[in-house]
């Protein structure tokens, strides 16, 4: 592709360009000079300013960028800008055959990495119409993977938002317990982050020998660790003093935004694709879908809690059904499922040499086959599928559309935190500007997930 | 739209009634390469890109009741069924109305607020672009959650390249708000009515709407021990 469609009048298209603001007086904080800014601003006598925070602010979650008009302490205006982590990854993914999409959409919201490859699966999967006939021990594992997921996710919510209103010990046990659960994430896929265990028809590969075992033996600290966070901010006067009635929105907001996840359920709705519109299987698992009826950030806080405890009670039942069901991780259809015969060697995990001696030194058919799958991937019949999960952020989905080829024609990520950071403005307008920090971080938004 | 000579003349007179599957693209060859000669002898393979054909009644499920209800308020309206949505696609158990663009208020509206059909929830807007699809290129792409009834809905507004316009439905729905900037940005699709219709995940002086087909992904090649790998999308393709 030689045919370029950007505009060659332009010196240098992304280049930045001089801009004068419409009205008003622009200072820059460069650091050291506040005394200064702070004099010249009194002798202009103008109580109304405009703040750009961010997008390098450490309490924004990344890049996100408030731009808050303020009346003394109070915000008057809040609009978020967005799009400093627009990767392109849904673009890339039309590059790449349907199996190396998993590998971009882990990377999309990297706190919950593989409700994105979940989400992903299933749409190839129900694309393919084999839905059914993924084994069962892989679909478990994608329930305790997730269910693994929004504990981690949940807890780095509360760690940083503890952090930001100033509980600094919640932050410090909060990420004790993250490193608890990126252990159990290595331990079963390899990775910490990025996994892309999960592909369509299955898993990469089955979990490791005696995961089960080390799974178990880790929740007790797991336990214990959110059982501090409890004990740590349930009664806490100060937490209750800063949340309390911030960010609220009520179920019509969230209703008119499209707002899902811990920010509706603490109005009172108890909605849960896991409940409404089960997929892995969840119909069979025993769990309570929390709620809450504050609509303010103490009921998220208190939901996500709560969540962390109704999570390890799904992944003990898949523990135990992980035990109790032997059998293969990837579809038997031999023309969906990518080969993966791995093996550790001494220089740690590699090609399987049983793998590699079958196919290059006794069947070529098999090369054949190993060679065209990987390079070429699998062809999925036209169509368009919409599939949504219920990340530990609200609804997730993704919209998949094939034309019969190799590659996605087109996959769009429905993330919850782009359309549940709409209620910046709704949540922030009118309340003091230390509270918009409270809020914001009861939204829980993740740039990684929102810019894509 | 091809009509196939061993089909015989009962298929062709059922063509006339049943309708028609939409055909976006044609594709020729493989490999990706069409600036060589056929090397590959596989130059002369035809693939016609047909996306699923439009359902007929009964359409199964719930998806009749959907129907019904919306008939029956576009009706109390005065507006017909089929002067609002062209065609029901049933597939892969997900309903898909194809609404045209100048009735999609009067229908969101009525999806909304109609007491059987209640998709309180736009989930999303997104866009699909069909370069070879002439005078339907664009394609919007609403999903819609019934809370209340438990039900999925999808609507398909399609735009020409040459008049890239669909109106807004943030009155309606709200969250649309950033959906359909985001759109906007990638597609270039004009949603008439928006309050603030600017890019969004772009830089507002970018050039282009990314995710065009016509578009190009971009890349340099990459020198790795030796060998130089090219960028993806000058890999060789298979689609």
């Not at chain 1, 419409?22 to 601003?41: N, P, Q, S």
């Not at chain 1, 390899?190 to 033996?217: C, E, S, T």
């Not at chain 2, 020729?28 to 090397?39: K, L, P």
């Amino acid at each position: 592709m030689t045919d370029r469609t950007i505009d060659d009048t332009v010196d240098d298209a992304y280049g930045a360009t001089e801009s004068e603001p419409a009205e008003g007086k622009v200072f820059t904080a460069t650091g050291g000079d506040w005394t200064d800014i702070a004099e010249e601003a009194a002798s202009l006598g103008e109580e109304r300013i405009v703040v750009n925070m961010g997008p390098q602010h450490p309490s924004t979650h990344g890049v996100l960028r408030l731009i808050l008009e303020l009346d003394g302490e109070t915000v008057t205006e809040a609009r978020c800008g967005i799009g400093y982590l627009h990767t392109g990854i849904e673009k890339n993914m039309e590059f790449r055959t349907w199996t190396q999409g998993v590998t971009f959409v882990t990377r999309m919201d990297y706190l919950t990495p593989l409700y994105q490859e979940t989400a992903y699966c299933l749409g190839v999967e129900k694309l393919l119409g084999i839905t059914d006939e993924v084994p069962e021990r892989a679909t478990i594992a994608r329930v305790l993977l997730m269910e693994l997921n929004r504990i981690s996710s949940h807890d780095v919510a509360i760690a940083t938002g503890g952090m930001e209103i100033g509980a600094l010990t919640v932050m410090t046990v909060g990420f004790r317990l993250r490193e608890r659960l990126l252990k159990l994430f290595e331990h079963v896929t390899g990775l910490r982050m990025n996994h892309a265990y999960i592909r369509p028809g299955g898993l990469a590969q089955d979990l490791p020998k005696g995961a089960v075992d080390f799974i178990r033996d880790a929740l007790p600290d797991i336990r214990r660790d959110i059982s501090d966070l409890e004990k740590l901010s349930n009664e806490n006067p100060l937490v209750k003093a800063r949340l309390v009635d911030t960010g609220y929105l009520d179920l019509a907001g969230c209703m008119a935004l499209g707002i899902t996840g811990p920010v509706l359920r603490s109005t009172g709705l108890p909605h849960d694709l896991r409940r409404l519109e089960p997929y892995c299987g969840y119909e069979t698992y025993d769990f309570d879908v929390v709620t809450w009826d504050s609509m303010d950030a103490y009921g998220r806080l208190r939901i996500r809690l709560e969540e962390m405890k109704q999570s390890l009670r799904i992944v003990e039942q898949c523990l135990t059904r992980l035990e109790q069901t032997p059998g293969p991780v990837m579809i038997g259809d031999k023309k969906i499922a990518w080969p993966s015969q791995l093996a550790i060697g001494g220089d740690g995990m590699g090609n399987s040499l049983d793998h590699i001696r079958e196919i290059m030194g006794t069947s070529m058919e098999a090369l054949i086959h190993h060679f065209k799958l990987v390079t070429e991937g699998f062809r999925v019949p036209v169509g368009q599928v919409y599939q949504a999960v219920e990340s530990p952020r609200g609804e997730l989905a993704v919209h998949l559309v094939s034309d019969g080829g190799t590659r996605p024609y087109r996959a769009h990520f429905r993330d919850p935190s782009f359309v549940n950071l709409q209620a910046v403005a709704a949540m922030c307008e009118g309340s003091q500007i230390a509270d918009v920090i409270a809020a914001v971080a009861s939204l829980d938004p993740v740039m990684g997930g929102v810019d894509r | 739209m091809t009509t196939n000579d061993e089909s015989g003349p009962d298929a062709a007179a059922l063509a006339t009634t049943a309708p028609q599957a939409e055909v976006v693209a044609r594709r020729q060859g493989m490999f990706g390469a069409h600036d060589a000669g056929d090397t590959s002898g596989y130059g002369g393979l035809v693939r016609t890109v047909a996306l699923p054909p439009p359902s007929v009644r009964p359409f199964g499920g719930s998806f009749d009741a959907v129907a019904d209800a919306l008939e029956a308020a576009l009706g109390a309206d005065g507006t017909a069924f089929g002067d609002a949505v062209g065609s029901v696609v049933v597939d892969r158990g997900e309903m898909t109305l194809h609404v045209h663009r100048e009735r999609l208020l009067e229908v969101v509206r009525a999806l909304r607020d109609e007491p059987d059909l209640r998709f309180e929830l736009l989930s999303g807007v997104s866009g699909v672009h069909y370069p070879e699809e002439s005078g339907r290129e664009l394609h919007a792409v609403y999903h819609l959650l019934s809370i209340t009834n438990n039900r999925r809905l999808r609507l398909e507004v399609t735009c020409p390249d040459a008049d890239p316009h669909i109106p807004s439905v943030v009155e309606v729905y709200p969250t649309a708000d950033w959906h359909e900037r985001e759109t906007w940005d990638f597609f270039g699709i004009q949603f008439d009515g928006h309050p603030a219709l600017t890019r969004i995940e772009m830089p507002d002086d970018w050039p282009g709407h990314p995710q065009r087909k016509d578009y190009p992904l971009g890349g340099i090649p990459v020198e790795y021990k030796g060998a130089t790998i090219a960028p993806p999308d000058t890999r060789r393709s298979y689609s």
